[in-house]
């Protein structure tokens, strides 16, 4: 069955899921405030979109990619928002990364005027994304889900139904906290093979096949030179930005402090990021905390 489309958030992960349910034969419109993005999301036989409203008018699905909790409500809940512009019986898929209370929040007032909600944060990358292998993490009732699937099956390999509304949500910041933790490591122990004299490669490719493997060696090296494809190799430009993986680390860390669990290395994490950050690096891919523990790059 084909769908027309509305996405919300064409970013580093959002364009390449829309150029996927492109490709399987949907019709997309889009939004974003950047115009680029506009273009290549056209360049692969999308529609641009003047604005929210515009994208979701006529759309029978609406899928959202957004950076933050704020953003999420500020695209759903005002007048003139997609809760107030999407027709009647429309699905609506959040795949950002927000507050699980925030998801929760938005997902309450959508079940009041009469939609289907799903939050489906994702996990798997940039690279996941553009090859269609993301994991996606669900929260909502199952009928809603079992209403997404389909697409969600274009757009990744994996699909959990967490629970409840925000448990998405919640399991992703569970899943990200993990995620920089291992980044950190990663880096930390590749640095000090090459503060021994080691070959990085080396290094890399032996603690991959060891008890210190993990996703970050597999797919995502931290170290230039070691790995093609992945941002160390273009100098950490694209991926998942450092202020993004903060800002999830930071949802980890109020996860935490609400529900009185312990998550020490978490908030370490959260701490390095904050500086690597505040040094300047807001922008590039989160895997470039790699400079900022040891003094240069290896050659």
Request: hydrophobic share 45%.
């Amino acid at each position: 069955m084909s769908h027309t489309i509305a996405f919300i958030g064409l970013g580093n992960m959002g364009l390449p899921m829309a150029r996927n349910l492109l490709a399987a034969g949907h019709a997309v419109r889009g939004f974003d405030l950047v115009a680029a993005a506009l273009e290549q999301l056209a360049a692969a036989g999308g529609q641009i979109a003047a604005s929210v409203a515009d994208a979701v008018a006529g759309a029978d699905v609406v899928i959202t990619m957004l950076p933050a909790s704020k953003h999420v409500e500020q695209c759903y809940l005002p007048a003139g928002g997609i809760l107030d512009t999407a027709a009647p019986g429309t699905l609506l898929v959040d795949c950002s990364t927000i507050a699980p209370d925030s998801a929760r929040r938005v997902a309450e007032q959508a079940a009041e005027r009469g939609f289907d909600m799903i939050d489906a944060p994702v996990s798997g990358g940039t690279a996941g994304a553009r090859d269609g292998k993301l994991t996606f993490m669900v929260g909502g009732d199952a009928a809603a889900l079992e209403r997404a699937r389909p697409l969600l099956e274009i757009m990744g390999r994996a699909v959990f139904h967490a629970g409840g509304h925000g448990a998405g949500q919640a399991v992703k910041v569970c899943n990200n906290m993990l995620l920089g933790i291992q980044m950190i490591g990663t880096c930390e122990a590749i640095r000090l093979g090459i503060a021994n004299g080691l070959d990085p490669k080396v290094v890399s490719e032996v603690m991959r096949q060891s008890s210190g493997h993990n996703w970050v060696l597999d797919v995502y090296n931290p170290c230039p030179g070691v790995m093609e494809g992945v941002p160390a190799s273009r100098d950490y430009g694209g991926g998942f930005g450092v202020d993004l993986m903060l800002k999830d680390l930071g949802l980890a860390e109020q996860s935490a402090l609400a529900s009185q669990a312990s998550t020490p290395m978490g908030a370490l994490a959260r701490n390095l990021f904050d500086l690597h950050s505040k040094n300047g690096a807001g922008g590039l891919d989160f895997s470039s905390i790699f400079r900022m523990l040891g003094r240069q790059d290896p050659s």
